[in-house]
């Protein structure tokens, strides 16, 4: 299943799988952002927009994401905590923007979604100024970890909503243009990491 049609259903009930634990992760990411006045940030996979209520509002924002259902759920919630941001219809492995037009990027829970992940990294890496920063949060493996779990459970999982199985550092090695700066555990053992990386000036 398409993960246009896969998040169309599950929409309605997204947010409950998400949240909870997740949100105070989610917030500890923004933290990380810093002072953003006026500064182009891209939310790309905004989702239904659980990001919004700990952005920031002193920055010019653009959300993107495949799932027009999803879009409608980030609008209301935009609405909600009146935050002005521009959501776009946009697959995040090839974005409809300019090279060099967003000083920040925040990918949350969309590089262990997407069928090719790498694809996603580079775009993003593409619109981002030189020197402009990435922030991660998402579930990876270790380079050679074993966890059969995951693996097995990735077979079912990766056609509904998300992939269990990659790994980080393969992906990250496709991606010249990058440098890691942070690498910290979240969850589930350090399963869940966030990350900051930078575009080489």
């Known amino acids: 299943m398409a993960l246009k049609h896969s998040y169309t259903l599950l ?10 634990p997740l949100d105070t992760v989610r917030q500890h990411s923004l933290q990380r ?29 653009t ?28 697959d995040s492995q090839a974005l409809p923007f300019n090279d060099n037009q967003f000083d920040i ?12 992940p ?10 981002l100024k030189p020197g402009g920063h990435i922030y991660l949060f998402d579930k990876f493996l270790r380079p050679g970890q074993f966890a059969p779990g995951r693996r097995l459970i990735n077979i079912f ?4 909503a998300t992939r269990t199985n990659v790994v980080f550092e393969q992906v990250f ?3 010249d243009e990058l440098i890691l700066l942070n690498d910290k555990p979240a969850l589930a053992g350090g399963w869940f990491r966030l990350l900051e990386l930078q575009k080489i000036q």
């Open 173 to 175: 090695n496709q991606c």
């Open 105 to 116: 990027i925040v990918m949350h829970l969309i590089l262990a979604v997407v069928p090719h």
């Open 157 to 160: 999982l990766r056609h509904i």
């Open 63 to 90: 959300g993107s994401d495949i799932t027009p259902a999803m879009l409608k759920l980030a609008e209301h919630r935009a609405y909600q905590h009146k935050l002005n941001i521009n959501l776009q219809l946009a």
């Open 11 to 20: 929409a309605p009930i997204y947010d409950r799988m998400v949240s909870g």
């Open 33 to 61: 952002l810093g002072i953003v006045t006026g500064k182009q940030i891209l939310i790309n996979g905004i989702g239904s927009g659980l990001d919004i209520p700990y952005l920031p509002d002193d920055a010019i924002y």
């Open 118 to 127: 790498e694809k996603a990294l580079q775009e993003a890496c593409r619109v």
